[in-house]
Structures are given as C-alpha cells and as structure tokens.
C-alpha cells in the first residue's frame, strides 16, 4: 500500500524559512518523479514543485522559483521541500504528490495527508 | 504557462442526476487531462487520466471525454458519496496546472 507522510509544517514568520519532509512508502521510490502541491485556505490547488526519480531534474513555477527547493533522499524514500524567504501568500496546506508514471510531469496518483504552513507575524 | 478553466464554479444538483463538468484549456494539451475529487479536510483524489481512463477501484459512474482544449468530466448517477468539488489538471509540460475546481452540492 502506497503511503505517503508529510511533516515539519507550522508557524513561520515572514522571512522564516521551513522544511518539510515526506516519507514515503508501499512502492519503489527511485524510480518515480515526486511533486508538493499546494492549497491555501479555501482555494484551488497550486503546483509547488517536482523532482524526478534519480533527484537530477526539479521543476518550480514562477512564483516559488529562487525561494523553494525541492530534493529528495532515496535511501531513506524521503521527500523535501525547503522554503526560504517565506510570505504570507505561501500559507497553505502542502500536499506531498507521488508522480503517476516514471518520467517527471504527469498526474498524481498518490497523495500524502497535507501539512499545514501558516506564514504570520 | 497553460491555464485551465472550469465551468461551472458550483453545481447544485439532486442524487440520481446526470452532471456533467466542463474543463477548457488556453492552448491544446491533446489528452494530458487528469481529474481529482477533494472532500472538505482531505487529500484530492484521482478519479481519471488521460482524460478518459478511469483509475482502478474508481466507479464507471465516472467518465471523461475531450481532446485538444476542451474536456468534460461526467457523473452518469450522482451518488451522496460524490458531492465533493472536482478539479482538472493538465500535464502537457513540465508545469502541470490546476482549473479552479467545481463545487458539486446537495440541491
């Protein structure tokens, strides 16, 4: 069974940086690109980030490039998504995303619980 | 970057009815289409891919069709499980993008 658990959201001052983790399991990690999603409070969903399998391409849109970095650790199955120079627009319940297909861009089949990222002074 | 809009923005509508949602993208995406359904509190949930395969263990109540830019998304018998907002996703490119979601509520 695919699991997929995401950790270290919380309370952050604009400015702050924060990392959050997903770990996860029940299928081969390596070999699968893996996503964070994003939705604020209320809204729609909002694609964050992607990496591929091997951690050797990430993709970010706009709005988070230069801030938001995505790696991974494969010999722990483990997801990262380090934020930087946090705004209050960037509150949102984070959504850890397992790609769908091998190659980098496409759906998502799995999705973790969500941690939530309250940006507040 | 593509954008994906959906109509309508809410659905109010009876159990047993036909529903039929509607996603159009600014530029032709052939038939990289995905489709979610998110409860309140909850992860969202792939319903199809490839905008008409079902996900296995998901109900044949569910279908899509559509090619190029536009897309519908269709509840044969709406089910009281089903009242749920429903969302559209392309990934076309690397930079996979989400409609704005269509709320489907208890008339």
């Known amino acids: 069974e695919v699991q997929l658990l995401e950790s270290g959201g919380g309370l952050v001052q604009p400015g702050g940086s924060l990392r959050l983790s997903c770990e996860a399991s029940?299928?081969?990690?390596?070999?699968?690109?893996m996503s964070w999603v994003r939705q604020a409070p209320g809204k729609g969903l909002e694609w964050v980030s992607t990496?591929?399998?091997?951690?050797?391409?990430?993709y970010h849109p706009d709005s988070v490039k230069g801030r938001f970095t995505i790696s991974r650790d494969n010999s722990k199955n483990t997801l990262y998504l380090q934020m930087d120079s946090l705004r209050a627009e960037d509150t949102a319940v984070y959504y850890c995303?397992?790609?769908?297909?091998?190659?980098?861009?496409?759906?998502?089949?799995?999705w973790g619980q969500g941690t939530l990222v309250t940006v507040s002074s | 970057d593509i954008q994906m809009t959906q109509s309508p923005s809410t659905l109010s509508t009876f159990v047993g009815d036909r529903v039929t949602i509607t996603c159009r993208a600014s530029?032709?995406?052939?038939?990289?289409l995905a489709w979610y359904q998110q409860k309140p509190g909850k992860a969202p949930k792939l319903l199809m891919y490839?905008?008409?395969s079902l996900e296995s263990g998901v109900p044949p109540r569910f279908s899509g069709s559509g090619s190029g830019t536009e897309f519908t998304l269709t509840i044969s018998s709406l089910q009281p499980d089903d009242f749920a907002t429903y969302y559209c996703?392309?990934?076309?490119?690397?930079?996979?993008?989400f409609g704005q979601g269509t709320k489907v509520e208890i008339k």
């Open positions: 995303a397992k790609e769908a297909l091998a190659a980098a861009g496409n759906y998502f089949d799995y």
């Open positions: 029940g299928f081969t990690f390596n070999t699968y690109g």
């Open positions: 990496i591929s399998g091997s951690g050797g391409s990430t």
């Open positions: 530029q032709s995406i052939s038939s990289w």
């Open positions: 490839k905008a008409s």
């Open positions: 996703q392309q990934y076309n490119s690397y930079s996979p993008t």
